[in-house]
């Protein structure tokens, strides 16, 4: 910095302030201190140095509730990890993706150790999540996408329960009377598999809770219900084989997730059983699934990439000392070709 002063005929502190952006300098100081230091070779202070100076890291911790391979490989995540990576990337901050702990009892040196100066947490239980218990042991301001908040930290929520609602009262308007579902992962993932019906009233995640509760608001009794262990087409298969194969023969199955409809569309395939005529799907998400042409789901459309910048600014208004307030991400209800009038 001091040969780049020399050389730009300024003061050290002005070479400081033209790389931190962080002061009153004319464009023409700064164009001649650019070039200076492009000629000497020298690309601005040492982000330790930096840090070290600062007290922050200027990483945010990006907690995935999964295995990374599975986090990859849902393109609902993809779009909010995208949406809240160029966000925060736009404001100086990188990230650090850490795969969340999935109990109390083992170590977690990576969520325990690594510095961040904030953290999102894609998906959390419950007040009792150990993400939860690490990021508030140590001190560290948090945002959640999925979950309940602990006072003070930011929150982008949807309402689920009512759009899921809006669907299934969309089925019983075609006339169908045995409705199933596909959900999401309860807890910790498991094999897919079908559901005791008593077992409802003991799911942990916040968006299979709610679009359950959907039922009992729009008035119906899932006639079965199949747990995926992930959001996944091959568990999406597997969940139509599982309902479709059921004593209680579903005429229509309302999915939790765009990616697990389509699963159960290409097993109704397998079974010859034709979409919308024998059997009506919906989704949630919205995704553009071109390769499930002819047909377009019926779903909930959810800016995804929207929900992940959100999330960004949460973190931006915690990292200037504000306390966010719960923001609600809009859902909207598209109808598709995947549902039509229930079988005579």
């Known amino acids: 910095m001091a040969d780049v002063a020399a050389r730009a005929g300024v003061s050290l502190s002005t070479v400081s302030l033209t790389f931190s952006g962080g002061g009153p300098i004319t464009p023409g100081t700064k164009k001649r ?3 200076a230091a492009a000629e000497l070779g020298y690309s601005g202070p040492s982000p330790v140095a930096k840090s070290l100076r600062s007290g922050r890291s200027h990483i945010v911790g990006l907690v995935l509730p999964e295995q ?3 986090s990859f490989r849902d393109p609902f995540a993809l779009k909010v990890l995208d949406g809240a990576i160029t966000s925060l990337g736009d404001l100086g901050l990188g990230i650090l993706l850490i795969p969340a702990p999935m109990d109390a009892e083992t170590e977690h040196p990576l969520l325990e150790t690594s510095p961040m100066d904030a ?6 239980r419950d007040h009792d999540d150990p993400s939860l218990k690490i990021l508030r042991r140590r001190g560290i301001p948090s945002v959640i996408m999925e979950g309940p908040a602990p006072k003070g930290w930011g929150v982008v929520t949807i309402d689920d329960e009512k759009a899921t609602t809006d669907l299934i009262r969309h089925l019983i308007k075609l006339g169908h009377t045995r409705i199933g579902t596909v959900t999401l992962s309860f807890d910790v993932p498991r094999e897919t598999r079908i559901v005791d019906p008593s077992e409802i009233s003991e799911v942990v995640w916040t968006p299979p809770r709610n679009r359950l509760k959907a039922f009992k608001r729009a008035g119906v009794e899932p006639c079965v219900i199949v747990e995926c262990r992930t959001s996944l087409v091959e568990e999406g298969i597997a ?8 004593p209680s023969k579903p005429t229509a199955l309302v999915c939790q997730s765009d990616i697990l409809a389509a699963g159960v569309i290409l097993a109704a395939r397998e079974l010859d059983l034709q979409v919308p005529q024998d059997l009506s799907v919906t989704g949630f998400d919205g995704l553009d699934l071109a390769w499930l042409a002819p047909h377009e789901l019926t779903t909930v459309i959810q800016d995804a990439t929207l929900r992940g910048e959100m999330m960004a600014t949460e973190v931006h208004a915690l990292l200037d000392g504000e306390t966010p307030t719960p923001v609600d991400s809009p859902l909207e209800i598209r109808l598709g070709t995947t549902t039509a009038k229930a079988p005579a």
């Open 33 to 35: 201190v650019e070039k």
């Open 68 to 70: 990374l391979s599975q």
């Open 119 to 124: 953290a999102i947490v894609m998906r959390v």
């Open 239 to 246: 969940a139509g084989h599982l309902a479709l194969s059921h």
